[in-house]
Each structure stands twice: as C-alpha cells, then as structure tokens.
C-alpha cells in the first residue's frame, strides 16, 4: 500500500517569509501527485496536481511544486506567503493500475502566519 | 451553487444511534468516495463508487456501509454509532480515478 509524508505538521511563518513543505511518498510506479489546502472551516481545494510532464508544476496563489522522482518528493513551495495563506495543507497521490482507488493524504501541515 | 453538497453540516448523536449522512453532485461525476479526517491524521478513505452498481471498501470501512442511490448520490450510513466515529466527514467526487478529486463542504458529527 502507498503511504505519503509530510515532514512538517505544525510551521508559523512570518509574512513575506519563504515557504517549503516536505512531501514524500512510498509508491515506486507511476503516480499522480496533488496538493490541496483547507482554510479554516472550509472544505479542501485543489492547489496544483501533476500528473506527467514538466516536473515544475504551478498552481493557483503563487503556489509551486516540484517532482522529483529519484527522492519520491513533491514538496510544495511559495516564495512569500501572505496571512491569507495560513491553513493546512495536504499532500496527496493516487496511482494509475495501482489497484485501489481514491486518493492516500498525508497527514498535513497546519501553517500559521504572522502579521 | 455548491457542485458537491453535504448534509447534514453538522450532527450530534447518541452512541448506538443510526445516522445517515448524504452527498449529491451537480458535477455528472461518475466516481464518489467517503473520507473521515481526524486531526493530525489527515483524510481517510471509507468507501468509493464507480456508479450504482459497484461499491468498494477504503481503508477504513469497518462500523460504515454506503448506498448509491443514483449517479449524483451517495450516503454514509454509521448502523450504531460509537465516540471514535466523531471526525469531519467529506464527500468527493472525480471524473475518473486519476483526476482531480472534488470535495464537499464537510460534515462534522459528534457522537456522545
């Protein structure tokens, strides 16, 4: 069964700052690779997702992530985050013919920023 | 209008209780799946449908069973409700296995 890890469950940024959160996952063939995020009390959107192609995925809010599938990572970066970012964030994968549907999450990270 | 709807939003109950809680979709998705979230564990899966006809068991589906009434519904059912199942519940939808899952606004239930 495939598994995803995220380094980081807790992380207080100020604004302006850099932001990078781990993700690793444990599938070894082919994946689909996505990252949502949940603000406070609402449901989960989509960020950004990769599915094959250039491994420098863009997404929505100035949102980034990277492939690499020697380090079966898919970290998430921004480079200044703003208070509107604080939330949790999910790394999440599913694999093609890997046999079980639906999506593996992470546990999350729940980002807080500072004013 | 919501795509992906959840009701109740929010529920509390009695251990032993029965409790039904549903989901429709405007999106003409054929794939839906159930997932709990408790915090600092992330979202599991419960159960997924393919359509009416074909229903599979997630990681999590023991004490849950699931009804897809139609394309657009899909229920969770708790038969007897006991404290662990407190969490938020979420809804999802996707075009097929590989794309893009599309999530309800959550049902957050409380079982005393």
């Known amino acids: 069964a495939q598994s995803v890890s995220q380094h980081n469950h807790h992380v207080i940024l100020s604004e302006a700052a850099s932001l990078e959160l781990g993700c690793n996952y444990s599938y070894g063939g082919t994946v689909n690779l996505f990252w949502y995020v949940q603000y406070p009390g609402q449901h989960l959107q989509l960020l950004l997702k990769y599915f094959s192609g250039d491994p420098l995925v863009k997404g929505i809010k100035g949102f980034e992530a990277e492939f690499i599938k020697s380090k079966f990572s898919f970290n998430l970066r921004k480079p200044s985050v703003q208070w509107s970012d604080t939330a949790e964030y999910f790394c999440?994968?599913?694999?093609?013919?890997?046999?079980?549907?639906?999506?593996?999450f992470g546990k999350g990270t729940h980002l807080i920023i500072q004013p | 209008d919501a795509d992906v709807t959840q009701t109740p939003r929010n529920r509390i109950t009695k251990t032993g209780k029965r409790i039904m809680l549903e989901c429709s979709q405007t999106k003409g998705h054929d794939r839906m799946y159930w997932y709990r979230q408790d915090p600092g564990l992330g979202l599991r899966l419960i159960y997924y449908?393919?359509?009416?006809?074909?229903?599979n068991k997630g990681e999590i589906s023991d004490g849950y069973s699931v009804s897809r009434q139609a394309q657009a519904k899909f229920s969770l059912s708790l038969e007897s409700a006991i404290p662990n199942q407190t969490a938020l519940y979420f809804c999802a939808t996707a075009l097929t296995s590989y794309n893009e899952q599309f999530f309800g606004p959550g049902t957050r239930l409380t079982v005393l």
């Open positions: 449908s393919f359509d009416v006809k074909d229903i």
């Open positions: 999440a994968v599913n694999s093609p013919g890997g046999g079980a549907d639906g999506l593996t």
